[in-house]
C-alpha cells in the first residue's frame, strides 16, 4: 500500500512557505514544484531568475532549442495534467531534446559554456545534460504559465485540491492532488482510484488468469515489472478507458503492489508466469541474457518489444534486414562490429528500449554520431513511441523508399 498522507503535509508547508516568501526565487526555481509555485504565487517570482543579464545569452539559446528541436503543441497538450505538467514536459525535453544534444556536440558545448557563464561558475561544469534539460523545462513552463496556459493549469490544478474523488475500487475517498509527482506520472495522470486500495492475495491460478486478463484487455505483453508502474511506458499504452479494469486485474497480481518479487517467487520470473499462463506465442525461449523470440518474419528478437515492432515491419511489407552492420569508421566503429537492430533500404533502425542506463546510453550515443557524422539516417524507436508507431511507419516509408 503506498502512503499519501504525507503528501498533505508536504503540499501545507509548501504553501505557506509560498506564501510567507520564504521560498528563495533560486530555490522555488529549483524545486520540481515550479508549477505549484508559479500557480500559488500570483507574482511569479520563479521569472526573476531568469531577469539576471548574465543568463540573457543563454536564455534565448535554450528558447531557440525550444522552438526547433520539439512540438510545442505536444508539450501545451500537457496543460490538462494540471500542476502535475511540468514532469510531462520534462520527461518530454528528456527524451527529445537530450538526444540531440547528444547528435549535435557543437550545440552542446555552446550551451555548455552559456550555462557555466549565466551561473558564474568558477570551476565550470562538464557533465552538463541534466542541468541544461532542467533548465530547459523550467523555462518552458514558466512560458507556459506565463500565457495561455495558465487558466487551463489552474482550473485543473483546483478541482485536484478541491474535488473529494470516490475510489471506484475501492470506495475509499481521496483528492487528487495527495498523488505524488512521480506516481501520477507512472499511471499518466489515471486518478479515477485512489492507489493504495488494499490487495488480496490470491490463489496462483487466479494470478495466471489476472495475467492473461491483463494481456486481453490492453492488448500487448507487457515487459516486467510494469506492475510496479515503475515508468510510464506502460501506462502511455494503457486506453484510458480500460484503466480502471486493468488497475483491478493488477491488485490482483499481488499484496502490497510487490509485483516483481511475488511474481519471482512464485514463478521463478515475469516470463515464466507468462510461459505459465500459456499466452506466449511459439518460438519464445529463455537465454541467460533474456528473453528470446521468434517474430513473425522469423527473426529472433531479444525483447517482446523488438518482437513487436518487428512483426509490424513484416505486416506492413518493409523490405529489411535484421542486426545489420554499420559502416566502419576509425573513430567510433574501427572493427565494424557495430550493429543497429534492422536496415530498411538505407535507413538504420534502432529500439532503444534500456535508455537511461549509463553504458547502454554510452553506446547510444556512440551510433548517434556515428550517423551524423557519415550522413547516415536512423531512425531511433524509444519505448514510448510504441504506444502509436504509425507517425514511425510513415516516416520510415517516406525516407527509405
Ligand atoms: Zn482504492
Redesign the pocket.
Known sequence: MINLNYIDDYYQKYKNLCETGLYSKYFAYKNIDTLYYSILDENDKTGSYWNDSNKKQYQSKLIECLTSFIEIDKLEEYCQFGCYADIFIKEYLNKNIKNQLIIDNKLYLELLSLYNEANLKTTPVKYGYEYIINDLSGLFILKLVSQKGKDQIKKITNSFINDVLE??????K?KAIKFPKWLFYRVNGNIG?????SQPIFSREQVLDSIRNIIQIVGFIPNSGFQNFPDNSFSIRVNNDNWISVYKEILNLSPNFSGIDYIKNEFGSWFQALVYAGVLDKGQIITKRGIKCLSKSGNICNSISEQYIDNLFFENNFKYQKEPHYPIDIEFNPKGLMRADWKIGNVYVEYFGLKGEINYDIKMAKKMRLCKKMNIELIAIFPDDLKNMSKILNNIKSISF
Not at 475510489?167 to 475509499?172: A, F, G, H, L, S
Request: glycine share 0%; proline share 0%; with cysteine.
Open positions: 475510489c471506484e475500487v475501492c470506495n475509499k481521496y482510484v485512489c492507489y493504495s486500495c
